[in-house]
T-cell receptor, first 116, second 112 residues
Framework: AQSVTQPDIHITVSEGASLELRCNYS??????LFWYVQSPGQGLQLLLK??????LVQGIKGFEAEFKRSQSSFNLRKPSVHWSDAAEYFC??????????????FGTGTQLKVEL | DTAVSQTPKYLVTQMGNDKSIKCEQN?????MYWYKQDSKKFLKIMFS???????INETVPNRFSPKSPDKAHLNLHINSLELGDSAVYFC???????????FGQGTRLTVV
């Protein structure tokens, strides 16, 4: 069964500093990978996704992520963090189902705090 | 226009009550889901419906019963609510054969 590990529960960065959130996955085939962000009291917003092709994917809000098959990783990066980026970030792996639809397996999340 | 909408956004109720959460999507998707986010913010799938047919039931107690009157709606009915049911419940939808899911804003259920 697939699994996702986000080793960092909390991360604090200063505004303007660079950011990298780690994600490692376990999956038998080529994975569908996602990063979602959840602001306090809000729903889940998709930041970016990787299905195939270029291993460096660009997302919304200036985020990017790189898929590294050899390391089973899909780390999220941002060159300069803004105070509004403070939120919970979830990495997920998607599995297509025979009966239709998909199943997302989420990591435990990384809470990002931004210091002004 | 809201793509996936859930009502209510907040729900506070007493133990033993029965409650429902409604979900509607206007994306034309075939598949809808319920996910549960517990107090530690861990997200896990509960149910998946494809064109009104149950695809996934992830060992959820029988007190939880999803109902899909049509492919644009997936409601969650919970009987005999327990303290441990307190969580945020997210509805989501996707196109058939697509790994990407679109989520609603969530319903925060508090059982007292």
């Amino acid at each position: 069964a697939q699994s996702v590990t986000q080793p960092d529960i909390h991360i604090t960065v200063s505004e303007g500093a660079s950011l990298e959130l780690r994600c490692n996955y376990s999956y038998g085939a080529t994975p569908y990978l996602f990063w979602y962000v959840q602001s306090p009291g809000q729903g889940l917003q998709l930041l970016l996704k990787y299905f195939s092709g270029d291993t460096l994917v660009q997302g919304i809000k200036g985020f990017e992520a790189e898929f590294k098959r050899s390391q089973s990783s899909f780390n999220l990066r941002k060159p300069s963090v803004h105070w509004s980026d403070a939120a919970e970030y979830f990495c997920a792996v998607g599995d297509l189902l025979t009966g239709g639809g998909n199943k997302l397996t989420f990591g435990t999340g990384t809470q990002l705090k931004v210091e002004l | 226009d809201t793509a996936v909408s859930q009502t209510p956004k907040y729900l506070v109720t007493q133990m033993g009550n029965d409650k429902s959460i409604k979900c509607e999507q206007n994306l034309g998707h075939d598949t809808m889901y319920w996910y549960k986010q517990d107090s530690k913010k861990f997200l896990k799938i509960m149910f998946s419906y494809n064109n009104k047919e149950l695809i996934i039931n992830e060992t959820v107690p029988n007190r939880f019963s999803p109902k899909s009157p049509d492919k644009a709606h997936l409601n969650l009915h919970i009987n005999s609510l327990e303290l441990g049911d307190s969580a945020v419940y997210f509805c989501a939808s996707s196109r058939r054969g697509d790994a990407e899911a679109f989520f609603g804003q969530g319903t925060r259920l508090t059982v007292v």
